[in-house]
């Protein structure tokens, strides 16, 4: 398993961007695939976004396609979530996992994923 720690959450208004990123530990990076979760209060943990350990494959939620994206960058053992055009409707604690996946393959299950951050806050004011 890899250990994983979030960065770059924070307050933004409406309409504003935050980047954020997910460290990894572990030589084996490169061969997990990452995904972006997201729990608000009150509501259920929900998928965010997906990418595969070669990077050639996304998948994204509905409510979020067109205004973030996934990226990773295995030199540096971290994947990034670009978040532009934020809502309100976007605040959340944003967590990030990791889970063993062949090459081309994107998880999007919770259970797939074996190593979780704890998670970083995003809140979005109207």
């Known amino acids: 398993q890899v250990q994983l720690v979030e960065s770059g959450g924070g307050l933004v208004q409406a309409g504003g961007s935050l980047r954020l990123s997910c460290a990894a530990s572990?030589?084996?990076?490169?061969?997990?695939?990452m995904g972006w979760f997201r729990q608000a209060p009150g509501k259920e943990r929900e998928f965010v976004a997906a990418i595969s350990w070669s990077a050639d494959f996304t998948y994204y939620a509905d409510f979020v396609k067109g205004r973030f994206t996934i990226s990773r960058d295995n030199a540096k053992n971290t994947v990034y979530l670009q978040m532009n055009s934020l809502k309100p409707e976007d605040t959340a604690v944003y967590l990030c996992?990791?889970?063993?996946?062949?090459?081309?393959?994107?998880?999007?299950?919770?259970?797939?994923?074996?190593?979780w951050g704890q998670g970083t806050q995003v809140t979005v004011s109207s």
């Open positions: 996992a990791a889970g063993w996946a062949p090459p081309y393959t994107v998880l999007r299950k919770e259970s797939d994923f074996g190593s």
């Open positions: 572990g030589r084996t990076f490169s061969s997990y695939a």
